[in-house]
């Protein structure tokens, strides 16, 4: 809904942390884009990604209450994805339901905790570890809201958008470039026309013209011939 979107106005005074009001907004739309993450493009392994309470994502019931911890879990599984999709490995799967509550990466290796450190997704469900989203500066809030943008431009609902628009638009260039042509055709005709009107009235006052004069050497030849006619 368009409409619960926050103006420009309100989502820079939540991320400033200045009004409340706009906190509350901010916190709508965080929950919005990460409930339509989990759904598409999702996190891998889905049933290894638990919340404290061995919920996996898509069960959980995302609140403002709980939007933090949610959205952690979310960006630690997608920094696992980008280490398993750019680096090529991957951490030791959980034993059991009880150590996959715990983390996908409590039984790695120090090399991969090592390149883990690294991953600037991995960094930013660090800043949300021990305090809430609303805590975080401007732009580490900010940098959380673009990853999910950026993550929901692969999102099925989104790309059909895009793709739908797009057709849009090459359909009403087609259209506009028919009218364009209709509009030209138009103005020719219409030019052809004024010029035929302005041809046609030139030559009837041209014809006039003559008319008047050769009536006038009438006259004046009738005027001549009685003179003569009384001498």
Known sequence: ??????????LQAALLNQDTESEEELLGVLVHLVVC?????GVPNPLKQLTVLGQNLRQADVTNTNITEILRIFLRGRA???????????????KDKKEATQGPFVNADPAYLDLL???KTFLMSETIKDK?????NANEKAEILAFLCNELLTNKAVV??????????????RKKLSLDNKVKKLRILHNRKYKF??????ESTSASANGSLGGDNENHSDLGDRKSTRL
Do not use: C, H, W
């Not at 993450?37 to 493009?41: G, H, S």
């Open 1 to 10: 809904d368009m409409d619960s979107l926050p103006t420009m106005s309100s």
């Open 37 to 41: 993450a989990i759904e598409d493009p």
């Open 80 to 94: 696992q994805y980008e280490m398993r999709l750019f680096k090529g490995i991957s951490p030791p799967e959980p």
């Open 117 to 119: 450190s690294q991953n």
């Open 132 to 136: 809430p989203y609303l805590a975080l």
């Open 160 to 173: 059909s958008q895009i793709e739908n628009t797009m057709e849009n638009v090459i359909v009403m260039k």
């Open 197 to 202: 009107k302005v041809e046609v009235v030139s």
